[in-house]
């Protein structure tokens, strides 16, 4: 069965750095797409950013772009979230989900979601 | 940028008929894709490609895209499907979801 499990949520202060990861078990990693998401406290799902099978194409929310940034190592079946220059506005719970498909498509969704990691940026 | 459109509420009866919209432009050319979420716990994907259902999702869920227009239908309401509900399309190169919207069971 399908397992992600994201770690490295914490507190931050503002403009310093996190850095996220997703183990996951359960299917050949190196197959699909993944994505981050985000929830910030009492509100909707925002998406951040994706991240090809093979890590060749990256894409991300103009929200994030810049300041975060996406990868994998398919040796390891871990999804990673560099987070730099934190903002107050990006204490959310981040959940890594994996895409059925191995690169972006204009029909990319999330079939498999992790429990989420919390991450506090005081203001 | 994209925007779905969805109502922040939606009450229903046990054993009616809930329908949940998510209004966009130009869905035609887009599979819209539902998630449900309840409190505390990560998002569930309920309906994908506007109508196809995941592999242990009841029956009961249903979807259609028609127009600007998006519709998840759960039929024979039970109490435990009182969640959160978001639709989600891809644009271009990102990821766009609906407001939600909150189904309670009355």
């Known amino acids: 069965q399908v397992h992600l499990v994201e770690s490295g949520g914490g507190v931050a202060q503002p403009g310093r750095s996190l850095r996220l990861s997703c183990a996951a078990s359960?299917?050949?990693?190196?197959?699909?797409?993944m994505h981050w998401v985000r929830q910030a406290p009492g509100k909707g799902l925002e998406w951040v950013a994706v991240?090809?099978?093979?890590?060749?194409?990256?894409y991300y929310a103009d929200s994030v772009k810049g300041r975060f940034t996406i990868s994998r190592d398919n040796f390891k079946n871990t999804l990673y979230l560099q987070m730099n220059s934190l903002r107050p506005e990006d204490t959310a719970v981040y959940y890594c989900?994996?895409?059925?498909?191995?690169?972006?498509?204009?029909?990319?969704?999330?079939?498999?979601w992790g429990q989420g990691t919390v991450v506090t940026v005081p203001s | 940028s994209y925007v779905l459109t969805q109502p922040p509420s939606v009450s229903v009866a046990p054993g009616k008929t809930a329908r949940i919209t998510c209004g966009g432009n130009?869905?035609?050319?887009?599979?819209v894709h539902w998630y449900q979420q309840k409190p505390g716990q990560a998002p569930v994907l309920v309906i994908y490609?506007?109508?196809d259902r995941p592999s242990g999702i009841p029956e009961r869920f249903s979807g259609s895209n028609s127009g600007n227009t998006a519709t998840l239908t759960i039929s024979r309401v039970e109490v435990g499907d009182e969640a959160d509900y978001y639709c989600?399309?891809?644009?271009?190169?990102?990821?766009?979801f609906g407001g939600g919207t909150k189904l309670t069971v009355l």
């Open positions: 989900a994996r895409d059925p498909s191995r690169i972006v498509v204009v029909t990319s969704t999330f079939d498999y």
């Open positions: 359960g299917f050949t990693f190196s197959s699909y797409a």
């Open positions: 991240i090809s099978y093979d890590g060749s194409n990256k």
């Open positions: 130009n869905f035609g050319s887009k599979s």
């Open positions: 490609f506007d109508s």
């Open positions: 989600q399309v891809w644009d271009v190169t990102r990821g766009v």
